[in-house]
């Protein structure tokens, strides 16, 4: 009884190989795509955006205000890297780069315990000006 499942087992295996199919090599790439180098460009680096944080230093400028901008850090618990005031400047300043601005006029940065989501936040918020030179 033991012997039947294991020939039924062999003849399967063996009545597979039996078909006659002819051999084709894949090939991995079409040709066109071996011999053209594919080149992609570089990301955008954004614009250097300046931080002011006395207004006395835009007032002989002219400026344009675009908005609020704010940039945060968070610390998840108290296992996690501590919130950073750097951090949260660049972000930011990465912030005032996405509205076309080149500088921003820093209101207030602080850190901010059991915010919610995170056991210290560091926030930063300011106005992202666009300043022309003189």
Same mark, same amino acid.
């Given at each position: ?5 294991l020939? +039924? #087992?062999? #003849?399967?295996?063996?009545?597979? &190989? #039996?078909?006659?199919?002819? =051999? ?14 594919? !080149?992609?460009?570089?990301?955008? !680096?954004?614009a ?9 230093? +835009?007032? &002989? %400028?002219?400026?344009?205000? +675009? @908005?609020?901008? =704010? @940039?945060?850090?968070?610390q998840?618990?108290s ?11 660049? !972000?930011?300043?990465?912030?005032? &780069? @996405? ?5 921003? +006029?820093?209101h ?14 560091a926030?930063c918020? @300011?106005?992202? %000006? ?5």
């Open positions: 009884m033991r012997v039947l499942p020939c +039924l #087992l062999a #003849l399967t295996l063996t009545g597979c &190989s #039996l078909l006659k199919r002819p =051999y084709k090599p894949v090939t991995p790439f079409p040709p066109s795509a071996q011999t053209e180098p594919t !080149r992609t460009k570089p990301a955008a !680096r954004p250097p955006v300046k931080l002011y944080t006395d207004p006395a230093d +835009l007032v &002989s %400028l002219p400026f344009r205000d +675009l @908005g609020e901008v =704010y @940039g945060d850090d968070c998840s618990s296992q996690d890297s501590p919130a950073n005031m750097a951090t949260a400047r660049k !972000r930011m300043q990465l912030r005032a &780069s @996405g509205m076309k601005a080149n500088a921003v +006029l820093v207030q940065c602080e850190i901010v315990n059991a915010a919610q989501g995170c056991f210290r936040k926030i918020q @300011g106005s992202a %000006l666009k300043v022309s030179k003189p």
